[in-house]
């Protein structure tokens, strides 16, 4: 688990113009419920994640369904004041919007896989989103190639470890279904602000491994990251064992504590935005957290 005085240096060393925050949505921001449509954002995380939004790019990435993210993370009647990510990421509702699209992994996906094909000699692809299916359907020249598409893209897709299930259907398209990774939805947006060089992400479960991995790869490209790990009940065990000696995971006890951690980090920018030192912040952002620092 990272130490005080590490995330002291981390948190004082961040600045709202490169920041990004991300988060998951349920066990971290939301309790987990019983019956999932009874789930309801923590009322200090949903203040503290728009106090964000108004000093640095923010995301929710879900597995939830776009209009469950704006009813639970918009005003009533107003636009998504930061951005909404769901269904793992496939989609997207952006801020200033209510409605879903088409989201960056989408993008991220398309231009990594026809480059990988391009380079195996294979051109002439496109690529569409078939939202009754929610999957993607790839679109090619060559008929006869259909095995050796099929072969390189499941190529490409094992060389990235992305989370998702190619398949040769009945009428001859290739279709990628089950493209769930957080990792590259976050990695998506972080290439929409490319000032940001410094991202947080906070997950609870086995779903949000995938963004934790991303989060390693921004690190490599020279960016500071910090992988928040709340626990709740769907946090296995070893996901908690490994945050405990990792030197650059914080550990928090439960989603009250990462409404707490987000609410501090919004006072901390919003200071940092006028002075230049913000360290008399940190003691109220430590002494909500003397629990699980």
Known sequence: MISRANLERFLLGLNPVTTVVGTDFDGTISVRAEEPNQARVNPVAFKALHDLSALTPVVVISGRDSPFLVR?????????EFDLMAEFGTEVVPRGSRSRHVSPVFARFVSGVTKYLADQGIHGISFSFDPEWENFVLHFDDEDAVNKIDASLRSFIKSTDLYCAPGTYWDGSIRIHNLRDKGWALEGFVDQHPQARDVIFLGDDSWDIEAFKALRRLEAQGMNTLAVLVQSGATLRHLVQGAEK????????????SARFLSGLAELLSVKRDLRDAAHVLEPIFGELADAV
């Open 246 to 257: 990792a030197k650059d995971v914080l550990l928090l006890r439960n989603v009250d504590a």
């Open 72 to 80: 639970q993370l918009c005003n009533p009647g107003e636009p998504a």
